[in-house]
C-alpha cells in the first residue's frame, strides 16, 4: 500500500493542485502558488547545466523552517515530497528484492562533500538499508578515478549529486551507487567521467543534465556514450518542447517528465499526464537508431520513457549544505528513476541505447498532457502508444 505524501507549508493540509497547461497550483488555506527554481545557472556554450528543480511556495523554499535548523531536523520529522514507498507503488518496482549487487553511476559536475552523509540521513529517514564507504556500497571518485575531487557548487550542482543518488536509492535500495565527480560542467570533462563510471564497473550510468544540441555532437560526443552492455540514461530537459545533448544520442535512454498524482480510486492508485516543461522533440542532427520507428521524425526522436518530474510532485530530498529537506523535481529526478528501474533488471539487455523498452512495453501509457507547440503532432503532444513527451511510458514492474 502506499503513502500519499503532502508538503508541510505551516498552513495545514496541503491541497496538491498540479500545475498543468496554465493552471497555477496553490497551497490549500493559502494564495501563494507552488512554483519551483532551477537549482543550477544558465551554462555557455560548450557546458551543461543540471536539471534539479527546486519547489518553492510563495517564492520561498517549501521547508523555509529548515533553512536555518536543519541540522537539528531528527529522523521523526516527516519530509515533505514523496518518499520511496511512493515511487515503489507509483511503478510497481520490485524494489526490495531486486537490483542485489547491481552499480548505478550518478556522473557529476563539482563535489557535494557531505553526498553520502546526506544520502545515509535520507536512508534512515526512509528506512532503507544503510549504504556507505564502509560497506562497500558506496563510492566516490574524481572524473579520471582518483580522490582529487573538484571544487564544490553546494547550491547548484551539490543539490543535483544529493537528488541523483537519493533517488536511486528510493528505486534500488539494493544497488550500488558510484558518484562520479567531473572537473568542471563542460562536455569533455563530463564525458570523461562518464568514460570513468563505466572502467569502474557501471551497469547503468545516470546523466540528469543536458545543453543545447551542436552540430558535432555525433562526432565529438556519442563516442563515448555507445557503451554495448552499459545503460545510458540521459535526462530530456526542461525547458519546454526543443530538444537537448545527450539526450538526443542514439545510444543513450532519453527519459521525459510526468506529473505524478494519487489516485486511491483507480486500480493502479497513482495517475500520470504529461509534465508541461519536459524536453522533447526531433534531432536536428542525430540519426535515427533502427529500434525507433515513429514517422514523424526522420531523426532521433526524444524522448523513449518518462517517470515523476513535476516539482509539484517531486521527491524529498535532504541536503544538509543548502536547507535540510527540500522538494525537488526536474527531469533529473525522472532520470535516475529510470536508471534504478534498469538496474533492477539487473542491467539485462541494456544494449546500445533505448532497444530494450522497444522490445519489452511493460509500461504505463501516459496519454495527456502536452509541452508546446508543434501543429498537433505527438512530438509534444501525449497520446495513445509513443510520443515524444512521455515517450513509450512510464515503468510498470
Same mark, same amino acid.
Given at each position: 500500500m502506499?503513502?500519499t505524501?503532502t508538503?508541510s507549508?505551516?498552513?495545514g493540509?496541503v491541497l496538491?493542485c498540479?500545475q498543468?497547461?496554465?493552471v497555477?497550483?496553490?497551497?490549500a488555506?493559502t494564495d501563494?502558488p507552488?512554483?519551483s ?9 560548450g ?13 520561498q523554499?517549501?521547508?523555509p523552517?529548515?533553512a536555518a535548523q536543519h ?7 516527516t519530509?515533505g515530497?514523496?518518499?520511496?514507498a511512493?515511487?515503489?507503488s507509483?511503478?510497481a ?6 537490483g542485489?549487487?547491481?552499480t548505478v553511476?550518478?556522473?557529476e559536475a563539482y563535489?557535494n562533500?557531505?553526498?553520502?552523509q546526506d544520502?545515509?540521513y ?12 564502509a560497506n ?5 571518485m574524481?572524473e579520471?578515478?582518483g580522490t582529487s575531487?573538484p571544487a564544490?557548487?553546494?547550491?547548484g550542482?551539490?543539490?543535483?549529486i544529493d537528488?541523483?543518488?537519493?533517488a ?5 535500495p539494493n ?11 563542460s562536455?569533455?570533462d563530463?564525458?570523461?567521467a562518464v568514460q570513468?563510471a563505466?572502467r569502474?564497473?557501471a551497469?547503468v ?6 545543453e543545447p544540441e551542436?552540430p ?6 556519442d #563516442?563515448?556514450?555507445?557503451?554495448? /552492455?552499459v $545503460?545510458?540514461? +540521459? =535526462?530530456g530537459?526542461d %525547458?519546454?518542447?526543443?530538444t537537448t ?10 527519459v ?5 498524482t494519487s489516485a486511491?480510486?483507480?486500480p493502479?492508485?497513482?495517475?500520470e ?6 524536453g522533447?522533440?526531433?534531432?536536428a542532427y542525430e540519426p535515427?537508431?533502427g529500434?525507433q520507428?515513429?514517422?514523424g ?5 526524444a524522448n523513449?520513457v ?9 521527491a524529498?530530498?535532504?541536503d544538509s549544505?543548502a536547507?535540510g529537506?527540500?522538494v525537488?523535481?526536474g527531469t ?10 534498469? #538496474?533492477?533488471?539487473n542491467?539485462? /539487455?541494456a $544494449?546500445?541505447? +533505448? =532497444?530494450p523498452?522497444y %522490445?519489452?512495453a511493460?509500461l504505463n ?11 498537433g503532432?505527438y512530438?509534444?503532444n501525449?497520446g495513445?502508444?509513443y510520443d515524444g ?5 512510464t515503468?510498470?514492474?
Open positions: 502506499h503513502r505524501r508538503w507549508l505551516g498552513v493540509a496538491l498540479l498543468t497547461m496554465g497555477t497550483a496553490t497551497a488555506g501563494q507552488l512554483s527554481v532551477a537549482v543550477c545557472a544558465g551554462a555557455q556554450p557546458f551543461a547545466r543540471c536539471l534539479a528543480r527546486r519547489l518553492l511556495q510563495g517564492g523554499p517549501v521547508r523552517d529548515l541540522m537539528a531536523v531528527t529522523p521523526s520529522t519530509p515530497g514523496l518518499a520511496p511512493d515511487f515503489q507509483a511503478y518496482l520490485p524494489s526490495s528484492t531486486a542485489t549487487g547491481v553511476a550518478v556522473v563535489d562533500p557531505a553526498a553520502e544520502m545515509g535520507y536512508r534512515s529517514q526512509f528506512g532503507l538499508p544503510a549504504c556507505t564507504t562497500g556500497c558506496f563510492r566516490k574524481d579520471y578515478g575531487y564544490a557548487d553546494p547550491s550542482w551539490g543539490v543535483e537528488l541523483d543518488v537519493q536511486v536509492s528510493a528505486v534500488c544497488c550500488k551507487i558510484l558518484l562520479v565527480e567531473a572537473t568542471s560542467a562536455l569533455p563530463l564525458l570523461t570513468t563505466v569502474n564497473g551497469t550510468v545516470s546523466m540528469s543534465w543536458s551542436f558535432s555532437e555525433a562526432s565529438s560526443g #563516442a563515448a556514450l555507445g557503451q554495448v /552492455g $545503460a545510458m540514461v +540521459a =535526462a530537459g %525547458s519546454g518542447y526543443g545533448y545527450p539526450a538526443a544520442s542514439p545510444y543513450v535512454t532519453a521525459g517528465g510526468t506529473t505524478l486511491p480510486l483507480t493502479r492508485g497513482w495517475s499526464t504529461t509534465w508541461a516543461e519536459t522533447s522533440g526531433c534531432s535515427k537508431p529500434w520507428t515513429d514517422s521524425c526522420p531523426r532521433r526522436t523513449d518518462s517517470a515523476d518530474a513535476d516539482p509539484a510532485s517531486g524529498a530530498v535532504y549544505t536547507s529537506w527540500m525537488v523535481g533529473s529526478l525522472s532520470a535516475p528513476i529510470i536508471a534504478g528501474a534498469y #538496474a533492477l533488471g542491467g539485462e /539487455g $544494449a546500445t541505447g +533505448a =532497444a523498452f %522490445s519489452n511493460s501509457d501516459v496519454t495527456s498532457g502536452s509541452n508546446g507547440s508543434c501543429s503532432s512530438l509534444c501525449a495513445v502508444g513527451p512521455t515517450g513509450l511510458g515503468p510498470n514492474g
